[in-house]
């Protein structure tokens, strides 16, 4: 059977058989989506359905975040400790068939994941305002999400040997990504250094342009559309995809471990 299809099917078991994973990647940001809401009381009524969407557009930044930096770190983690690897390496089964296999199966995931947060937010009152050309751009940021996300975590899978400790990790940096990068607290009330954090990570620079064309450049607090801010978001992105894709098949694959 294609390698590829083989991994992929095994990593959505893992999603189908493991409920904390299901709670913490979508439980999760759907209760926030709920719950934000309702606990802002200075936001005037107007603003509320823009409020709704801004909240679901980071939400799904936090899916995306969870699904590749910390359940695909811990995946590849566990089955490392159950020595699938020590297996693949004595087949001639190429690393990287299974690597997209893995990266195919969280793609799936996010992008359901992600329906059901949006139709989540729309029956709430979201509100987003767009034409086809902007959706089309929002997509090419969520593709930057996944690069980013993917990387990070083969980064993390590829030196870290235990599964809770890869999936933590994970968790971490997902946290301070989201917390630091403009998605949790608003852009204008971060410290100048952690600004330029927001603007230059491509986690949150891609997220912060998905809201300036969705929602409103006040609910972002700058522009993230400049040509330079969007060639260094996609450089980045790029860059940590391949960096994880490298250590993933090659430093990660000679440990045998």
Known sequence: MNPILV???????????????????LAVPLFFLILLPVTIIDIPDVLLPQLKGFIT????????????????????????ERGLYRKIMS????????????????????FVSMILLVLLGLIYGAKFDFEVIEIIMCLGFLLLIGLAGVGTGLIIASFV??????????VALTLVIF???????PFSDLPNLIQLFAQVHPVSSAT?????????????????????????????SSILF????????????RRRS
């Open 7 to 25: 991994s992929m099917n095994r990593t959505l078991k893992e999603y189908t058989r493991n409920r904390m994973i299901i709670v913490s990647t």
């Open 57 to 80: 557009l980071t939400m799904i930044t936090l899916l995306i975040m969870s699904a590749t930096q910390a359940n695909l770190a811990g995946f590849i983690a566990a089955d490392r």
């Open 91 to 110: 087949m001639p089964v190429a690393l990287w068939k299974e690597c997209t296999g893995r990266i195919l199966a969280v793609g799936i995931f996010s």
């Open 161 to 170: 040997k235990n599964e809770s400790v890869a999936t933590h990790m994970g």
């Open 179 to 185: 917390f630091l990068g403009g998605m949790a607290i």
């Open 208 to 236: 912060a342009s998905i809201v300036y064309l969705l929602i409103d450049e006040n609910f972002v607090g700058y522009n993230p559309l400049n040509i330079g801010q969007v060639i260094l978001t996609s450089l980045l």
């Open 242 to 253: 391949f960096i994880g894709i490298i250590l993933y098949s090659n430093y990660f694959c």
